[in-house]
């Protein structure tokens, strides 16, 4: 198997390990410090393999409680328009895109928990909300180690979703180590 590590926002999230010798990172929440722990991460252990694990807010209420692996994910809120559409750093040859060899979901991330109905999120197809991904998608890809994450729909993104989000962390673990050898092993 090849040298991965697996980074979460929180121990809330994620705090059992599946895989033996393999420990857990906790990032905090936002893009600016999985950012940071990321790099370090990288720079220090030099993985193969960087698996993001946590909750994030579904689009689809049929999406709620089930667990995804992420084939995308974009910076919802990088809005910068007239100079770039929303989602794209303006004046950027970097992709706004970024893809990963798992799973099929498509993810969104933005540093603001999502409490409402979010129009361009439905428009561009996106099946999750989360606080972290694209950071650690990003740097992984600049570093050159490959990336793959796995989400548990916590919550449906609307008014009641810090709620739901607390009331559903109990399953988040269990469903979370469901894909767990799936990510791991390719």
């Not at 929440?29 to 993001?52: D, F, H």
């Not at 969104?108 to 999120?121: E, H, P, R």
């Not at 009641?160 to 469903?175: C, F, G, I, P």
Request: contains cysteine.
């Amino acid at each position: 198997m090849r040298k991965t590590i697996v980074v979460a926002a929180l121990e809330s999230e994620f705090f059992t390990p599946f895989i033996e010798n393999q420990r857990i990172y906790y990032s905090g929440v936002g893009k600016i410090n999985a950012s940071r722990l990321v790099t370090q991460l990288i720079l220090e252990e030099r993985p193969e393999l960087i698996l993001n694990v946590g909750t994030a807010g579904c689009i689809q209420r049929n999406s709620l409680g089930e667990v995804f692996g992420i084939n995308s994910v974009v910076e919802r809120d990088m809005i910068a328009v007239p100079l770039a559409p929303r989602g794209s750093v303006p004046f950027s040859d970097q992709p706004s895109v970024l893809r990963s060899t798992f799973g099929t979901a498509k993810c969104a991330t933005g540093d603001s928990f999502v409490m409402s109905k979010d129009y361009w999120l439905i428009e561009n197809g996106i099946d999750l909300v989360d606080m972290e991904l694209f950071a650690v998608a990003k740097i992984a890809e600049h570093y050159g180690v490959q990336w793959r994450a796995i989400k548990f729909a916590s919550d449906l993104a609307d008014e009641n979703a810090a709620e739901s989000w607390n009331d559903t962390l109990s399953n988040a673990n269990r469903k979370i180590g469901e894909l767990m050898d799936q990510a791991l092993h390719f």
